[in-house]
């Protein structure tokens, strides 16, 4: 089994910035691609960066420019760094891994989501 736990989420004004974390733990023998998405009330969940084991990173057109997408291999840990943030970027943003098992099978994981909330 393979854990994501996130951090970071919260209340900000608009303009303002957020740093999201995702650490993920467990059986895991190497991670491909880490990433974020998120959902909007009454929306389906959608993109918003992944990033490579090469540190290739893609990025929704909504969030190109504002948020930076990044990992720390040794730590098995990706960041979202969010600036500029604007009310329409409110959501759940959850964590995903593309990972190799122990058992030299690919899975992947979500997690358990972080709630950000742009507002004044």
């Known amino acids: 089994q393979v854990q994501l736990v996130e951090s970071g989420g919260g209340l900000v004004h608009p303009g303002g910035s957020l740093r999201l974390s995702c650490a993920a733990s467990g059986s895991i023998f190497s991670i491909y691609a880490m990433g974020w998405y998120r959902q909007a009330p009454g929306k389906q969940r959608e993109l918003v960066a992944t990033i490579s084991n090469g540190g290739n990173g893609n990025y929704a057109d909504s969030v190109k420019g504002r948020f930076t997408i990044s990992r720390d291999n040794a730590k098995n840990t990706v960041y979202l760094q969010m600036n500029s943030l604007k009310p329409e970027d409110t959501a759940v943003y959850y964590c995903?891994?593309?990972?190799?098992?122990?058992?030299?099978?690919?899975?992947?994981?979500w997690g358990q989501g972080t709630q950000v909330t742009v507002s004044s």
């Open positions: 995903h891994t593309d990972l190799l098992g122990p058992d030299y099978i690919r899975y992947n994981y």
